[in-house]
């Protein structure tokens, strides 16, 4: 994108190279309803023997749900989305699989702190309950450099933030590359926020290259 600007100059040109591209879609009220149903029964089935998420604290579960049948709707959505993501990139028709799918639980107080999710393409988050207090994620900027000087600015704009707050709400499913750093702040409602993450990568390198680094958690 040229973005022209004033100058005592006969012109100058502002360039924006190299955007970082967060994908936000809300899906359809019927599907939100057979997703959060079988979210919540399934999470509770894995969660019955263990205690509730105290204040401040999280909760994670294996990176395996994708192999569950229970899932098979948000799976099926994220794929759609996934293949949009690839068609606006104008990359070629090329086989991909999901190799994690994960619920997280937050209760009030809980944070997520800064990370990325490596060895993979795409990653992205579904909410299955997202209250007032709990509907943002952050995502920073990506550039190493970034932190080497903060001068101080006049007023704070998209052209010179260091961060960019999206917000959420029960069925948004976000897709944005998996190098992509993001946080959660704080859970600010009364309720635990529930989310399920997920990360995608081309078949060919999931089953050649690259699986072994995928065995441990991502945050």
């Not at 994908?23 to 019927?30: A, F, G, H, R, V």
């Not at 961060?163 to 009364?190: E, I, K, M």
Request: charged share 20%; glycine share 4%; with cysteine.
């Amino acid at each position: 994108m040229v973005k022209k600007v004033a100058s005592t100059l006969e012109e100058a040109d502002i360039l924006r190279m190299f955007p970082s591209f967060v994908w936000k879609t809300q899906l359809k009220e019927e599907i939100i309803k057979k997703i959060s149903q079988d979210a919540l029964s399934t999470l509770e089935l894995l969660r019955q023997t263990k205690p509730g998420v105290e204040s401040s604290l999280s909760w994670q579960s294996d990176h395996d749900l994708h192999q569950s049948e229970c899932f098979g709707q948000l799976i099926s959505s994220i794929h759609e989305a996934v293949k949009k993501v690839l068609e606006f990139l104008k990359i070629a028709d090329t086989p991909f699989v999901m190799t994690g799918l994960w619920a997280n639980m937050n209760a009030p107080g809980a944070i997520h702190k800064m990370h990325n999710h490596p060895n993979n393409l795409l990653s992205g988050v579904y909410y299955v309950q997202a209250g007032t207090g709990a509907d943002t994620i952050n995502f920073h900027d990506p550039r190493p450099q970034r932190d080497v000087i903060k001068p101080p600015v006049t007023e704070l704009t998209a052209d010179n933030t260091d961060q960019v707050v999206v917000t959420v709400s029960d069925g948004t499913l976000l897709v944005f590359p998996s190098w992509l750093s993001h946080s959660v702040d704080a859970n600010r409602s009364n309720q635990v926020r529930i989310s399920i993450s997920f990360n995608i990568m081309f078949s060919q390198f999931a089953e050649t290259l690259s699986q072994p680094l995928w065995s441990g958690n991502f945050s």
